[in-house]
């Protein structure tokens, strides 16, 4: 076990070199969070290659590519079978990835795919255990541009080789990741790298140094709103952790899904911005209502997210179901989030804003970010009132 650990170092040691060297060439990826669509939450295991086609076609003319979704990523079940030679092919849902590709690409978008460590991948379909090289060569030549890379399908062989040893799981976990980082810089191709192993091990602490761009914190995001208030609840005191290249992942938007209410909608989206979280909706972008893309493509709020400092919120306040978080901006300024998580239907009135807490100086002049209203300068007793779950954005500024 020891010997384990100390080879997992020694591999460790050696990437802040290849990613000096790496980054005197090349840009830096995910300088800010990453934004896009994701098949999962809406086709699950029924996404097809046209689906594809037509959501890249939608994220253009809704506008969405315009305020930063760039990234259209595809999910669990493209996989075919691998040939003789190990060589994976996509299922018949997929017949052209080359062709999809350049498709994407045309619209001035970027294409994601999915795989996992394992011989599996959650649904079952074939992973990258044993082919990483080969694997990562594939999306190369194909011209992809992110990979999620799931845990799932690993569990089964850490479940085998470590029963019960937690120490040697987190050990061949970690190792299993820095092996696709690896294969993947071979390529020369600049693909994004997320982890998606859902909090395990405090990835924050040790995702860049196996090479993620981002990893998630949590499991899986559902759409209600008890979901999204955990999510947040679970991502206090996980900011030191994000900054330029390197995020915490709450995983999928929800915003238009389910039976999530207006207020619900732009306070997950809100949260999320606060938590400078990669922004990868999960709608039917076929059903899109004015309302839902203005909440998804708000720039003010977007802008926050893809703030170049890249610091995310913490919570300064809770009180009862309220809470306060605070974020620096690159300007000087403050982004102030003021959320009702309480289930009460009656408003909470006279919320004081606890500006000080917040980093907030004297002189600063306020927006209302949702109500896209300028508020001037203002004190703790500005007039507060919240109805369930809803929250007031606010952005400070010298």
């Known amino acids: 076990m020891r010997r384990l650990a100390l080879s997992l170092i020694g591999l460790l040691a050696l990437l802040p070199l290849a990613s000096a060297q790496t980054s005197a060439a090349k840009p830096m990826l995910a300088a800010t969070p990453p934004m896009g669509w994701n098949s999962w939450n809406w086709f699950a295991g029924k996404v097809t290659q046209d689906d594809v086609k037509q959501a890249a076609d939608l994220v253009v003319s809704t506008g969405m590519r315009d305020a930063g979704y760039v990234y259209i990523n595809i999910d669990d079940t493209w996989q075919g079978k691998r040939d003789a030679s190990g060589v994976l092919h996509p299922n018949e849902k997929f017949p052209d990835m080359k062709g999809l590709a350049d498709y994407v690409h045309s619209k001035g978008l970027k294409l994601g795919i999915y795989s996992s460590p394992g011989d599996l991948t959650c649904a079952k379909f074939e992973g990258s255990l044993g082919h990483e090289q080969q694997d990562a060569d594939l999306y190369a030549s194909w011209g992809i541009d992110y990979l999620k890379y799931d845990l799932c399908g690993f569990r089964t062989k850490l479940d085998a080789e470590a029963p019960g040893d937690k120490l040697k799981q987190n050990v061949m976990m970690r190792d299993a990741y820095v092996k696709m980082h690896q294969a993947l810089l071979k390529t020369g191709r600049p693909i994004v790298y997320s982890l998606c192993q859902y909090g395990f091990d405090s990835v924050w602490q040790w995702g860049p140094e196996v090479g993620g761009n981002l990893w998630r914190t949590t499991g899986d995001v559902r759409d209600n709103f008890p979901s999204i208030a955990l999510i947040a609840e679970t991502n206090v005191g996980l900011g030191k952790y994000a900054g330029p290249g390197h995020w915490n992942d709450p995983d999928m938007l929800e915003v238009g899904n389910g039976k999530l209410t207006m207020d619900e909608n732009r306070t997950h989206m809100g949260m999320w911005a606060m938590l400078a979280a990669p922004l990868l909706a999960g ?54 989030a003021v959320i009702n998580f309480g289930e009460d239907t009656t408003f909470l009135r006279g919320i004081p804003l606890h500006l000080k807490e917040a980093g907030v100086t004297s002189g600063m002049k306020a927006r209302d970010v949702w109500a896209a209203k300028d508020l001037g300068a203002i004190k703790d007793d500005y007039k507060v009132a919240l109805k369930r779950h809803e929250m007031l954005l606010l952005r400070f500024s010298k």
């Open 283 to 336: 709608n039917n972008l076929t059903k899109l209502t004015p309302e839902v893309t203005g909440v998804l493509t708000n720039r003010e709020v977007v802008a926050i997210d893809q703030d170049s400092l890249g610091k995310q919120a913490e919570r300064v306040y809770q009180e009862g179901p309220v809470q306060i978080w605070s974020r620096p901006l690159a300007d000087g300024g403050r982004a102030l």
